[in-house]
């Protein structure tokens, strides 16, 4: 329990510690209203208090030994990356090479460009060995398309047309 007498002591000095604090407001808006006073005739906006405050942030951080180290080992990572992605380009380079050359790869092609030349063959154009892609499919709708005109009987009279 406090006593009626420190508790009146403890009233004023609660009361001559808020008007401190009072007194301490007015006097830092005081100052930080000449501080923008004195910045606006100085030209330095808010932005550029950003831009510098950002800037040498940025530039204390990359001083760090801790982002140093961080950047060392990430090029690092990167190169090990690089490299690793390299070889496995090489291999399936390689490994294609090596298909492309295979007896099961030759039997393949082989059989498709029979079937090239029996299409075009089929289908009524000369034949001519390792014909492109487009030249066998162009002359298959060639075909198509004068096979379907045959099939399509012309009406003879004018009787025909109006039924």
């Known amino acids: 329990m406090i006593s009626e007498e420190e ?14 604090i009072s007194t301490l407001r007015q006097v ?7 501080l923008i006073e004195i910045k606006q005739k100085l030209g330095i906006s808010l932005m550029n208090e950003l831009k510098q ?6 530039h204390d951080m990359q001083t760090t030994s801790a982002y140093k180290k961080t950047h060392e080992t990430l090029s690092h990572a990167g190169q090990k990356a690089t490299a690793a992605i390299s070889n496995v380009g090489t291999a399936i380079s390689k ?3 090596d298909m492309r050359n295979s007896p099961t790869f030759k039997s ?4 498709v460009e029979t079937t090239v030349t029996s299409l075009k063959t089929k289908v009524g154009g000369t034949s001519h060995p390792g014909g492109s ?16 005109l045959a099939g399509t009987r012309l009406p003879e009279s004018e009787e025909e047309l109006q039924c």
């Open 108 to 111: 393949f092609e082989e059989k």
């Open 95 to 97: 490994k294609f090479g």
């Open 7 to 20: 508790k009146e002591e403890l009233k004023i000095e609660l009361a001559k510690l808020e008007d401190e």
């Open 53 to 58: 405050n950002f800037s040498k942030s940025w």
């Open 133 to 148: 892609f487009e030249e066998v499919l162009s002359s298959t709708a060639h075909a198509s398309a004068q096979s379907s």
């Open 28 to 34: 830092l808006a005081a100052k930080e209203k000449h």
